[in-house]
């Protein structure tokens, strides 16, 4: 038997040359031991990337359970991974770029970058809801978030696209909120789909509201240089949309803007606006809703400053339509409705079956469900909102009157002279009383001429007591003629007197023939050209003050029931004041007194006869009392005067006026 060979083993010892201590004297000798020891395996492990486990997404399609509603199914998730496990888990590689991607952030862009791409954005998301409203509802959302930028030019831009947005989408009729019986019954898939959009629609249409309402008071708490012009832009874009849509939801909320802008001190651009806005808004009121809001507001702003505000809104009332459409006349208190004289006639009965009359009973309630779906407001409905309208207005009136506001005085003035006719008995008398009062005032602030006072007088009494006479007398003329000559017992003796001792100062006064738009030039020759006061702000009422006088006279002199001593006194002072009148006054003049001796020119023929005087002494154009002034022993000497004047309407006029008076002998 054969002796097997040993198998050879390999040596693994290090060689003689290096012993164990001559390899340790080696890596000493190369650093390699004090490297080693820096080393902290424990926080290197703890520093290293871990890789998180991304929560697993559903990918079972949503269903639709038995009351309508649409839930995605939640499974747990070993199912979920059991049922995800044949498509694989996902490479390291991809879960790496994915974190990459998130945590990856674009470089900053210059301002005028973000400008140019927030144009593109709401231009694409205007072009979204522009093609299909319900399908991208979701856009109101995203414009809102684009309007609370910080950039000042990003915010307007995205309140002027919400507004061309809001004023397209919006429809023709307001969307009231839901009930709880209408939210839990059962609808069509198409009506549940339009109320989630008008309740959509209204949501988001509130927030651009109180965004208007809150960018529009910036500029009262900000003072940075770009805070002026958000707040332009938010007021403008409400004027803008309360003209466009008045019908819809927050119409209130829009006009709560534009009164808080008229009651600030400031008379920027803004306060223009939103004055043209509420005018136009009451101009082109067709239903009278709009119109008694603003005029509410209005009210409440105005006593809530104690009536110190612009005249000019005070004057928005001028342009309320009721002026030419109301035929009531109102108070403070009551509103007069108009009563249909004698018996109503008697209809014959039409027999109606039991069927007919429940059929007729269900057509009448299908037209009112129409009138309601067509917003259509009746024609006493109409009346009844132009009436609360009418009664807050004198309210407003009667209570600046009592607390004496010279600022607002005029325009009070000018209101009640166009709502004279609308004037109910009720209030005749404590009316006259403060006209009275206020010409009185009127007459005692006139202030003297004196060299030290360089500015000159805010208030315009001629204008305010022509105004004043011209209400007094329009209040009688509103009236009936049959109630005015038995019920009404008024007493115009004071402002008949006092028109007639105005007559020559208005002759005198320079800008008789200026009205509130005229243009005036600064006088040359005056020592404080600078200081003169500036064009008098647009007024509703535009006569001149030689209208409101020929009105004024007109309503005292054309009545057949005056006095002949009256008549003659005041045609006397007529003739003088023409020779110191403007042209067309004096024309105007002229003009009134050839309709004066239609009606009563056998009562005064004599003033143009010397041989036919009827009075003794002299008379006394200056006296008080205008019965006193024995006017009849005097005649019309200034007439041979007009004759020679440098117009030839005027030398005209007067001879038509003597044929006249030839013409009654």
């Not at 707040?231 to 949309?241: D, E, F, K, P, Y």
């Not at 409440?300 to 342009?319: G, I, P, S």
């Not at 017992?489 to 007197?497: A, Q, Y």
């Amino acid at each position: 038997m054969a002796i097997a060979r040993a198998t050879k083993r390999r040596r693994i010892s290090p060689p003689d040359s290096l012993t164990e201590g001559s390899f340790k004297n080696s890596l000493a000798h190369n650093g390699y031991l004090e490297h080693i020891a820096g080393w902290n395996l424990e926080q290197d492990y703890e520093q290293r990337p871990r890789k998180q486990k991304k929560d697993a997404e559903s990918t079972r399609l949503p269903i639709k359970t038995a009351e309508g509603r649409i839930e995605s199914l939640v499974l747990p998730l070993e199912e979920e991974e059991e049922e995800k496990s044949f498509l694989g888990r996902g490479s390291d590689t991809e879960s790496a770029i994915e974190e990459m991607a998130v945590e990856e952030k674009p470089p900053g862009l210059s301002i005028q970058q973000q400008i140019i791409e927030a144009k593109e954005e709401l231009a694409r998301i205007g072009t979204l809801l522009s093609e299909d409203l319900e399908e991208h509802s979701g856009g109101f959302r995203k414009l809102a978030e684009i309007a609370a930028s910080s950039n000042p030019t990003i915010k307007g831009l995205a309140l002027a696209t919400q507004l061309a947005v809001y004023k397209d989408v919006i429809p023709g009729y307001r969307i009231r909120p839901l009930g709880e019986a209408e939210s839990g019954e059962k609808i069509s898939k198409d009506v549940r789909r339009l109320r989630s959009f008008e309740q959509a629609l209204v949501s988001s249409y509130q927030s651009y509201v109180k965004e208007l309402a809150k960018c529009a008071r910036s500029s009262a708490s900000d003072a940075s240089e770009a805070t002026p012009s958000i707040s332009t832009v938010a007021i403008s874009c409400a004027c803008t949309l309360l003209l466009a849509v008045p019908h819809f939801n927050f119409r209130t909320e829009l006009i709560k803007i534009m009164v808080d802008k008229l009651g600030s001190k400031s008379r920027d651009s803004g306060f223009t606006k939103c004055l043209e806005a509420l005018e136009k808004l009451f101009r082109d009121d067709e239903d009278g809703n709009p119109s008694l809001d603003g005029v509410i507001q209005l009210t409440k702003m105005m006593k809530a400053r104690d009536y110190r505000v612009d005249e000019n809104v005070l004057n928005t009332f001028l342009h309320l339509r009721l002026l030419s459409e109301l035929s009531y006349r109102a108070s403070q208190n009551r509103v007069d409705k108009r009563v249909e004289d004698g018996p109503k006639p008697k209809t014959k009965r039409e027999f109606r079956t039991k069927r007919e009359r429940k059929v007729l009973k269900e057509r009448k309630a299908v037209e009112k469900e129409f009138k309601e779906a067509d917003a259509i407001v009746s024609h006493e409905e109409r009346e009844r909102l132009q009436s609360e309208t009418l009664k807050v207005v004198f309210i407003t009136y009667f209570r600046i009157l009592k607390a004496r506001n010279p600022q607002l005085s005029g325009a009070v003035l000018e209101g009640l002279a166009k709502y004279a006719h609308l004037i109910n008995q009720d209030f005749f008398g404590d009316l006259l009383e403060a006209l009275k009062d206020l010409i009185s005032n009127t007459s005692n602030l006139i202030p003297e001429e004196d060299e030290s006072t360089t500015q000159p007088p805010s208030h315009n009494p001629l204008r305010s007591s022509l105004l004043c006479t011209t209400t007094a007398f329009a209040l009688l003329e509103g009236q009936d003629v049959s109630r005015s000559a038995s019920s009404l017992n008024l007493d115009l003796t004071f402002f008949t007197t006092h028109l007639y001792k105005s007559l020559h100062s208005s002759a005198l006064n320079p800008d008789i023939e200026l009205s509130a738009k005229s243009l005036r030039l600064p006088d040359p020759h005056s020592s404080t050209p600078d200081l003169l006061p500036p064009p008098t702000s647009n007024k509703i009422n535009l006569k001149t003050p030689s209208a409101l006088l020929l009105r004024a006279l007109a309503s005292v002199l054309l009545p057949r029931t005056v006095s002949p001593l009256r008549v003659a006194a005041f045609v006397k002072q007529l003739y003088i004041c023409s020779l110191h009148l403007p042209e067309k006054s004096t024309q105007a003049v002229l003009g009134l007194l050839n309709q004066v001796m239609k009606v009563h020119g056998r009562k005064i023929a004599g003033l143009w006869n010397t041989e036919e005087r009827k009075g003794d002494g002299v008379f006394d154009g200056l006296r008080g009392d205008l019965e006193g002034s024995n006017p009849f022993a005097s005649t019309l000497w200034e007439g041979e005067l007009l004759r020679c004047h440098y117009v030839p309407a005027v030398r005209e006029g007067v001879k038509v006026v003597e044929r006249v008076v030839k013409g009654m002998r």
